[in-house]
């Protein structure tokens, strides 16, 4: 190879003509095409066509001489299809390599520069005849069928893929028939496609991928392929990540369900310890709870105590009656720790067959339970106390509505939750005494109904307040029996707090706006095998004791409990310990899901409010360089963060209006300016 010889270049957009101008070691400097584009190549990729003829100098350019070619006679000189069929056959039996000049021979009349050229284009065209290492070989007949053959099914997948294109762009719902006809690969894209909705890593999408993205009209975030998902009906607009392969998530199993119904359906049969359980159904219990509540965990009974006054009995449902520690069941409930709660009702850590079977305190039906009888002083301190195993069987379900309208009322057959009220009023002005915050206020949050976001606003009426004071009276005494017997038990506590000074808090607004001051000084509450102090409920130890349908610390305090009073070996510190840091796990991913679930749900609220307006009270900045604020939506009873570029005060007006919001990416931008209303708006 010499300067000025006509060589053939592969490039990225086919066969391309050039000229040597320079030699380089291995490397040669070339001018490419007719416009002469200088470039500089390995020798190895240069095909030789035509070496310069004697005696002529070198071209700078394939219009020149000794080549004077153009586009127009390169294409007069290309071959026909028939004319390299005709070659292809003549040549049959001869399968060996021929130069470039032989076969331009058989197809021109004879091998001038320029029909070597059109020759040398014209082979990656065709099938009859391939180029390898400088020269021409002619493929045979089962060569060629298999290239065609190969070929059609690259057309046929192309054209599959075209039409998968244009199905994903319609971004419409894909039906059986169309997934059941998607290629592996196409299928392999939609594996792909869930797993990047996840927010999970599956790498960087390929070629072809980003290529159906393009045609879908899809951008490459997670929310962007949730939406397209969708739209493909490959995905459920209101699916949580979080909750994916959590064992909430896969339900109870088989084996499980059925344990759970042969339980259910021996709950009537005598176990162990119910000949020593006290009877108690002669009182006149009652619980309260939400309309929906189906697991009812909790009852209240007063009773008459000569000059002693009134003895207050709270009882607790008893789950490790039927479920034994160790059992299927109970391992499934300490994976679980909880029931988690989201929008569209609760997932329980129970089978529903239990419960709100035989675990659940049904109106009349006797029911086991831990009771818990309290005697009060003038003061509203714990005077006198008993803990019992027993039997109960309350006379009423009632909701809070209609507790409410009993305490208000109090009718003279049934006056005895107006008198339970007083009582526990009491008691909590005694907390109150010893340092307990009263933070009472409205919370809203969006229920799911039928896949429609509705807001729900629960008022701390006079029976929610009854109902949580006697849940903490409960942990109180249990705490305190916890305490001075050395037991080990899942205490819940906060440690001491730095709170504002009076004064600071006095000149707040009360309601919201004190109440989030209150909650900045606060200390994030610690589940502990030993007792400690709780700071905001005023206790010097507290347990979590009446929800063991829904909390499986309950019922481990319950299992204590039940151990020391047998007599029988109770675990200790160290054990509980461990075992409380395997839940706290659990109870961390049930709350972040739960957060996550009314996070997308407040999004779709705001979605059908987008053009609203609201009424917002300025409660803290939270990162004032950013001008994020947390401001109490009062028609909302919700404390969210909006953006709010001006300076504000604690308890200045705003108007809150929607920013951004797209529940498919998770997002949800307020900002706020001040508004006309009045200074200072205190709760509902």
């Known amino acids: ?103 331009a021979e058989l197809l021109a009349p004879e091998a001038t520069a320029l029909s070597l050229a059109a020759c040398w284009l014209l082979l990656p065209q065709q099938d009859f005849f391939r180029w390898r290492q400088g020269q021409v070989q002619r493929r045979s007949r089962d060569d060629l069928q298999q290239l065609r053959r190969d070929r059609r099914k690259l057309v046929l997948r192309e054209n599959r893929r075209q039409l998968w294109y244009g199905l994903l762009a319609a971004r419409q719902p894909l039906g059986p028939e169309q997934l059941a006809a998607a290629q592996p690969d196409q299928r392999a894209e939609l594996e792909t496609l869930q797993t990047l909705a996840l927010g999970e890593d599956a790498g960087p999408p390929g070629p072809e991928l980003r290529q159906a993205l393009q045609a879908a009209g899809c951008g490459p975030s997670s929310g962007d392929i949730r939406r397209l998902l969708s739209d493909l009906g490959l995905w459920d607009a209101h699916r949580l990540p979080s909750l994916a392969g959590t064992t909430w998530s896969a339900g109870f199993s088989p084996e499980l369900l059925a344990l759970a119904e042969e339980l259910a359906f021996r709950s009537d049969d005598a176990w162990p310890g119910d000949d020593q359980r006290v009877d108690l159904t002669g009182l006149k219990t009652v619980t309260i709870d939400d309309a929906d509540t189906r697991e009812i965990d909790d009852a209240l009974s007063l009773e008459p105590n000569g000059e002693a006054g009134w003895r207050i009995w709270i009882h607790v449902a008893d789950p490790g009656r039927l479920v034994a520690a160790g059992s299927p069941l109970d391992q499934e409930a300490l994976r679980r720790a909880s029931s988690l709660y989201l929008a569209g009702g609760s997932v329980p850590m129970f089978p529903p067959a239990l419960s709100e079977g035989p675990f659940s305190l049904r109106q009349g039906q006797r029911s086991a339970a831990w009771s818990l009888a309290v005697e009060l002083d003038g003061d509203g301190a714990v005077a006198n106390h008993t803990l019992q195993r027993s039997w109960i069987r309350p006379l009423y379900r009632l909701t809070y509505e209609d507790a409410d309208e009993l305490i208000e009322l109090a009718p003279p057959p049934d006056a005895e939750l107006a008198v339970l009220d007083g009582l526990l009023q009491r008691r909590r002005h005694w907390r109150q005494a010893q340092g307990a915050l009263q933070m009472d206020q409205s919370e809203g949050r969006i229920r799911q109904q039928d896949g429609r976001p509705e807001l729900e606003v629960v008022e701390p009426s006079v029976s929610r307040l009854l109902v949580a004071e006697a849940m903490i009276l409960a942990g109180a005494v249990v705490g305190a029996m916890g305490a001075g017997s050395g037991l080990a038990l899942p205490y819940r506590g906060q440690p001491d707090c730095t709170l504002p000074p009076e004064a600071e808090l006095l000149a707040l607004p009360p309601g919201p706006v004190r109440h989030a001051a209150l909650r900045k000084g606060l200390s994030r509450g610690l589940t502990t095998a030993v007792p400690s102090s709780h700071f905001s409920l005023g206790l010097p130890a507290y347990v979590q004791i009446t929800s063991p349908i829904r909390r499986y610390g309950d019922l481990i305090a319950q299992r204590q409990l039940a151990a020391q009073a047998a007599g029988e070996p109770v675990v200790p510190a160290e054990d509980l310990a461990e075992l409380l840091e395997q839940l706290d796990h659990a109870l961390r991913q049930g709350i972040q899901i739960s957060r996550e679930d009314q996070r997308h749900w407040q999004q779709v609220w705001f979605e059908a409010h987008h053009q609203d307006s609201f009424e917002g009270v300025f409660l803290r900045w939270l990162k004032p360089q950013d001008g994020l604020a947390l401001v109490r939506l009062d028609s909302l009873a919700m404390d969210l963060p909006v953006v709010v570029r001006e300076s504000c005060e604690p308890g200045e007006a705003l108007v809150v209006k929607v920013r951004e919001v797209d529940s498919f990416a998770d997002l949800l931008r307020l900002s706020g300016q001040r508004g006309t209303g009045p200074r200072g708006l205190g709760p509902h």
């Open 1 to 103: 190879m010499q300067n000025g010889d006509l060589v053939g270049v592969q490039t990225r957009s086919g066969p391309r003509l050039a000229l040597v101008s320079d030699l380089h070691g291995s490397k040669a400097s070339v001018l490419v095409g007719f416009e002469a584009k200088p470039e500089r190549l390995p020798l190895r990729d240069l095909d030789l066509i035509s070496p310069l003829p004697p005696g002529a100098a070198p071209a700078v350019s394939l219009g020149a001489l000794p080549w004077q070619f153009s586009a127009a006679a390169l294409t007069a000189a290309t071959p026909s299809r028939r004319d390299l069929a005709a070659a292809w056959l003549l040549l049959e039996g001869e399968d060996g390599p021929m130069a470039l000049d032989a076969l």
